[in-house]
């Protein structure tokens, strides 16, 4: 999956116009996470993903272990510094 720095997404408040922040590859988990905000976002929300590469569906896949939020949350405040 290729993502330009913008894509749009399908939420239950329908499709969201999203910015990508960044991506990065976890060698521990052995996946690949997007990093990304709404465009229209008021606040500074944040959200992650993770993704395989090759899938042409271009699913995005909901992270719900805190451990691996936790990570990713670790890379985010290093990547911003």
């Known amino acids: 999956m290729n993502f330009d720095e913008t894509f749009f997404l399908d939420t239950e408040d329908g499709s969201r116009e999203c910015q990508v922040i960044t991506s990065v590859y976890s060698e521990s988990r052995k996946k690949y996470y997007l990093i990304y905000e709404y465009i229209d ?7 992650v993903s993770s993704y395989v590469p090759d899938d042409e569906s271009g699913t995005l896949n ?4 805190e451990n691996e939020l936790a990570e990713i949350a670790d890379f985010l405040k290093d990547f911003e510094e």
């Open 41 to 47: 976002n008021k606040s500074d929300e944040v959200f």
């Open 62 to 65: 909901d992270i719900t272990d």
